[in-house]
């Protein structure tokens, strides 16, 4: 098995440092084959890690999402508004559990009543290091739907939604839920309540 060992490092230049910090590597690698190709540049993006939750009303079969504007969904043909499980960016020194707690507060107005860490897993690792832990919470959702939350100084306009979980999975199923860590946690609960993805 390969290993992080595995890789020559050249040079490592900052090229943006803005919210989204960029870097222009220069590496080479050890191939499966044995040796290594001629020393090649990529681009990699840091943003640090991030938390997702899966927040789930047992009682009303319901799960309880936000809609809010994303930039990388910006030339969607469908919409840059996605429907998603609460999110944010774990911030130096914070856990992973603390922020999914807070995301919660901010995002639906409401905490799970606790949390269950289901995967940790990079999203796009082709050109960028943030890593995903998704974690499950159960939640009452009465009261929550179609309230208007966020920061605003964070610029969030966010709208909760509850959606029926059958409703939600057809809503991923037919490419209306496009948020790939929301239909990653939908199919998780889906396959732990014994439903169809």
């Known amino acids: 098995m390969l290993t992080a060992k595995d890789v020559k490092i ?8 803005g919210f989204l910090k ?6 080479t690698h050890r191939l499966f084959a044995g040796g290594e190709p001629e020393p090649f540049v990529r ?3 840091e943003r640090g890690n991030a938390v997702a939750v899966v927040l789930y009303d047992e009682r009303h079969d319901k799960v309880v999402m936000v809609e809010q504007f994303r930039v990388g969904a910006l030339e969607d043909p469908e ?10 960016v774990v911030k130096e020194g914070e856990s992973d559990e603390d922020v999914a707690m807070r995301e919660c507060e901010e995002e639906v107005g409401r905490a799970p009543k606790s949390l269950h860490p289901i995967t940790k897993c990079y999203l796009t690792p082709g050109g960028s290091s943030e890593k995903i832990a998704i974690f499950y919470g159960p939640i009452d959702s009465e009261g929550l739907d179609d309230t208007i939350k966020g920061l605003d100084c964070e610029n969030e ?17 037919d490419g209306r839920i496009r948020n790939a860590s929301t239909a990653l946690g939908l199919y998780w609960l889906a396959g732990e309540l014994g439903r169809k993805p």
Do not use: H, N, Y
Not at 10 to 17: A, H, L, T, V, Y
Not at 22 to 27: D, S
């Open 10 to 17: 050249f040079s490592r230049e900052q090229i943006s440092k």
């Open 22 to 27: 960029i870097f222009r590597i220069k590496l």
């Open 43 to 45: 681009e990699l993006m």
């Open 79 to 88: 919409s840059p508004w996605l429907l998603e499980f609460p999110a944010g």
């Open 157 to 173: 306009d966010i709208r909760v939604r509850t959606l029926d979980l059958d409703e939600a999975l057809e809503m991923t199923r």
